[in-house]
């Protein structure tokens, strides 16, 4: 463990060192155990979470934060395993699953800016579900004391984490209720609406790119059938439905193209 003072100002930059003021030690097996030094860019320093702390609330947060990268399907944390702080994802993206018998549901993800282990960390308790990255992922780990620190030199903290809980709870009900009340088609059909949209955004503007162009799953089918709260088997026949139909041609390795945009929008909105 480095022993140095853990905010120090180089060049006008703020870097984020562990120390060892508070006997902070990671277990073994604790995926950040293996730390990382580097100087907090001026992305990161951006962030919604640091930028609504006082600079005094900052600095007693950032004290111990240990920087750890993941690559695609690492795990940070499996459920059941004892909370050791939050993590503020910087890049990348976090999916948070919960599943028996080789069926996992995706409860929510966390794209950067996003803060994740409230629940345990609140609690007392263990985490209640595993979170996975969902691809080359970046995360910075606050520690328990630093964040307890931080919320009593800056109580606005506090309430930071309660709105984001919030949130995640108003976003988990509508979840719920999309997989109870709405087919796995609609569920795809909203899934490849999105993804198509965001394509399109992207395109080129010139006559004819923006109709065309072919949109990605994003993710494997198997982590798809987990997004929509089904199995592999069933995403699988729903896309070759939506092929059947006319409304989407398949025109590569996990890359589709919208034919018919009015089918999957009748989808996208009909009952059960």
């Not at 073994?28 to 702390?53: K, T, V, Y």
């Not at 506090?158 to 979840?175: G, M, T």
């Amino acid at each position: 463990m480095i022993i140095c003072s853990a905010r120090c100002a180089t060049k006008g930059r703020d870097y984020w060192i562990p120390h060892n003021e508070n006997n902070v030690v990671f277990s073994p097996a604790s995926p950040f155990a293996s730390i990382r030094i580097r100087p907090l860019s001026q992305a990161d320093a951006r962030n919604q979470l640091l930028e609504a702390l006082s600079s005094a609330g900052r600095a007693a947060l950032l004290k111990q934060s240990v920087e750890k990268q993941f690559s695609t399907g690492e795990i940070l944390w499996s459920a059941g395993d004892r909370s050791e702080g939050i993590i503020l994802v910087l890049e990348g993206m976090v999916r948070i699953v919960r599943g028996s018998g080789g069926r996992q549901l995706v409860i929510h993800s966390g794209e950067p800016g996003a803060t994740l282990g409230e629940v345990p960390f609140f609690t007392g308790g263990r985490y209640p579900a595993t979170a996975i990255a969902a691809e080359p992922t970046r995360c910075l780990f606050l520690p328990e004391g630093a964040v307890r620190r931080a919320i009593a030199v800056d109580p606005a903290l506090a309430f930071f984490f309660l709105k984001r809980l919030s949130h995640r709870i108003e976003a988990l009900v509508e979840r719920v209720d999309q997989i109870t009340v709405n087919s796995v088609q609609t569920r795809l059909a909203q899934f490849i609406l999105q993804r198509h949209e965001t394509t399109i955004a992207s395109a080129p503007s010139r006559a004819g790119a923006r109709k065309n162009a072919a949109f990605s799953l994003g993710m494997t089918q198997t982590a798809l059938a987990e997004e929509l709260g089904t199995v592999r088997e069933v995403v699988v026949r729903a896309l070759r439905g939506l092929r059947r139909l006319g409304a989407i041609e398949r025109v590569g390795e996990g890359k589709y193209r919208v034919l018919d945009l009015g089918i999957l929008e009748e989808l996208a909105e009909s009952a059960p």
